[in-house]
Nanobody, 119 residues
């Protein structure tokens, strides 16, 4: 059974930084993509960033580009999201997601970690 375990959320002041981690386990095929999504209260879940597992090429949403950095550690099956210059509008539950090779969508999701940015 695939498991994604997130950590690193918390409360931070505007302008501060946080680093999220997501460790994947239990998958029997190679990851294709790992990504981060977020959902703020009363809003739809939105894409934040993803990384191509094989070559590390990142993709970012326009709202976080230049402030957030996604990276991965292949040996640890872990993806990271370094979040700098945080804004109150970044407040949300952040979810890690995994898309395995040979599939078309994200099938596996973490439980979410709360990020709260105070003004």
């Amino acid at each position: 059974q695939v498991q994604l375990v997130e950590s690193g959320g918390g409360l931070v002041q505007a302008g501060g930084s946080l680093r999220l981690s997501c460790a994947a386990s239990g998958h029997t095929s190679v990851p294709f993509l790992m990504g981060w999504f977020r959902q703020a209260p009363g809003k739809e879940r939105e894409f934040v960033s993803e990384i191509i597992w094989s070559d590390g090429i990142p993709v970012y949403s326009g709202s976080v580009k230049g402030r957030f950095t996604i990276s991965r550690d292949n040996a640890k099956n872990t993806v990271y999201l370094q979040m700098n210059t945080l804004k109150p509008e970044d407040t949300a539950v952040y979810y890690c997601a995994l898309q395995l090779a040979g599939t078309a969508t994200y099938q596996h999701w973490g439980q979410g970690t709360q990020v709260t940015v105070s003004s």
